[in-house]
């Protein structure tokens, strides 16, 4: 891979060098990923999972009185490394690290930070990530579930969550907070369990999944289900739908950015200059194969049917899965932070206003801070240090 | 199908029903497709096609001195069929019957309206559409071309049109107009014969494939070479990449349009009543079932090496294919009235607006008209009667 493709890449995967230097400046956050099981968890569809087993991670330190936990739930490709290394060598942070540690924003020397790895995490094969889903065995057959494992929604995840709060005695939470998906989980828990969440921010996510970002999710789906790999989901035993699924991870890759930036950044540069693009069907733009490349790198860790749980658990999710699509906004009742960008993509700026109108409506406070940017979605992990002033003040109020 | 699908897919899949209503009063324009043939077409890459067969359509008369004529190029997934019907009772007149008959703004007691079916055209297996491209014999070989058909660019398509108004002896042309690659031929032509066309009109189409459209292009693609029917394009023995060319076109057909439409047409309404969308990966959403049905439906009467030659050759469109990126644009002398929708996702608004700072700043007085509506690019073909005085205006100029 050319030296381009390499840094580009960086670009893609993730806020690496962004924000390395930030966590430098305080010293390394040392974390480990630690794992709990629920026993017999029972979906919101009423099937039952002998064992769901999940990762987790916490920074800063739970005080007696157990009421000063942050809840950050993560994103459709992401796991629970919001900040911090596993070692002082390793080379990139968790994603949230420029807001996430001691003296930041969600100051680790006066709150506890907690994340869990969701069921059906897209990461299943990255040894930091512990999850159940379809490429789990299934305790009763010995076999991966595969598409016989039950379909999640975001409210599942959101009970996976507070067992595992349950067993570390926490009753309610300081705030809760997460990015796209990770926002989805946040509107869920406020909506669900309004007495324990004091605090709300959801960034770059709307409360519901609308006709528009159902159908792209249909769309990012699609090629894993044209992948002759597939096969219906057992591939465990055989090759897995890789070119599917890294087509897949090009769609999201793409999508979650705006155009402005890949304009700006590759242009109309060929991938390789000696190859014109005119002269073959090998030959690629820059654009092309950054975001090849991009999509191999990410489906080397993910597993396709994975994928396919977590883009039906979006496409199921408005906020309360109550009687009426608006119900769930309108029940919460803790003060509200949303962060977003008008260049959003995935979320648009026009649905999260929608959204903060209907909670203002049901009567808690809503404060809306955009974010600017090139990245357009991916601003809201990329650039969330934009917003670092405004969630200091928030979660100290 | 169920008969809302039905519904939704008309609305989907073209401007018939609205604009029949139009064309009823002025009562129905009949035409005829006609077919012309280069012999030894050179390639801007070099390359010798033996036999380009090409379609076309003409609406109106031309006059004595020859000077009358516009030229319509088509966009995309369309063809010549511009305007009118085949016949009294056929049931849907061409895309843009709304702007093109006798009193319209191509007012074809005055104009004679000409347009072309571009080589490589998506609809090879349609019978009213004549093309010559991968699906084609090769008659060296007496097989179809395959991948082995030539690399074309816009400005191929250019050439083949101009060959047809040679031999019709038009030498200037009173207006080109097209919609979306057609705008993009539109600008070709104006930036490589100046002397020959008087006047440009550009519809939701810029300049040039920025890194966002090359970026989309091979996403719309991607979803053929994943289909193991594709076979490396060499399926004309066999199954057709049916699978894989159906998804291609159900992203062109979501992305064409503006998720707001989508929103207020479907929200989260199932595609059957009775089957909950969380109890199986079976069950879809009303959306994903109407983008199925379209793709579907758009993919019987397509070719699927065509779709990729087309994405080819707008990933490698920059108009007047010149030295520089913005030569071309400069070069443009005719008068320019630009048509589009600042809701586009496929051309968005500041890259049309880029495109008409650049063709002013070369000399040409440029006018810009923005359409509104729910339908983001395909605003500029099912809404294009918004723009229909200033069209007038501008062709009576």
Not at 58 to 64: F, H, K, Q, S, T
Not at 194 to 215: F, K, M, T
Not at 337 to 365: K, M
Request: hydrophobic content about 45%; aromatic content about 10%; some cysteine.
């Amino acid at each position: 891979m050319q030296k381009w493709t390499m840094t580009a890449l960086g670009l893609f995967l993730g806020c690496a060098l962004t924000v390395a230097a930030s966590a430098r400046e305080a010293g390394p956050l040392l974390v480990e990923k630690q794992s709990f099981t629920i026993e017999d968890f029972e979906t919101q569809g009423g099937a039952v999972i002998p064992e769901m087993t999940l990762g987790w991670e916490a920074y800063g330190a739970l005080d007696e009185t157990k009421d000063n936990a942050i809840l950050v739930t993560h994103f459709f490709s992401g796991t629970s490394h919001a900040a911090g290394r596993y070692s002082a060598d390793d080379p990139a942070p968790g994603y949230w690290d420029a807001i996430i540690g001691p003296g930041k924003p969600l100051d680790t020397d006066r709150f506890y930070v907690i994340s869990v790895d969701t069921p059906v995490n897209l990461n299943a094969h990255d040894p930091d990530v512990i999850t159940t889903g379809p490429a789990s065995i299934n305790p009763e057959t010995g076999e991966p579930w595969g598409m016989d494992f039950p379909i999640l929604t975001i409210r599942d995840f959101v009970e996976t969550q507070r067992s595992l709060l349950d067993s570390l005695g926490i009753e309610t939470l300081h705030a809760v907070m997460g990015a796209s998906m990770g926002a989805l989980q946040a509107y869920e828990w406020a909506a669900s369990y309004p007495e324990r969440v004091d605090r709300l921010v959801p960034v770059i996510g709307s409360g519901w999944a609308d006709a528009g970002l159902i159908a792209w999710l249909n769309i990012w789906a699609a090629p894993i289900l044209l992948d002759p790999n597939w096969q219906d989901g057992a591939y465990y035993d055989g090759e897995p739908p890789l070119r599917g699924l890294a087509e897949a991870l090009k769609i999201v890759t793409f999508h979650a950015q705006h155009p402005k930036w890949a304009n700006a950044t590759f242009g109309r540069a060929w991938a390789d200059e000696n190859a014109d693009p005119a002269a073959s069907f090998e030959h690629l733009f820059q654009v092309e194969a950054v975001l090849d490349a991009a999509g191999a790198a990410r489906a080397a860790v993910s597993d396709a049917n994975h994928f396919l749980y977590l883009a039906k658990a979006n496409q199921l999710f408005y906020t309360g899965h109550a009687e009426g699509l608006y119900d769930g906004l309108m029940a919460i009742e803790a003060p509200t932070l949303i962060v977003h960008s008008n260049d959003d993509l995935v979320f648009p700026g026009n649905a999260v206003r929608e959204t903060a109108s209907l909670i203002r409506a049901g009567g808690a406070p809503v404060e809306v801070v955009e974010l600017a940017g090139m990245r357009g979605h991916l601003d809201g992990v990329l650039n969330i240090d934009q917003a670092a002033d405004q969630i200091s003040a928030f979660l100290a109020e």
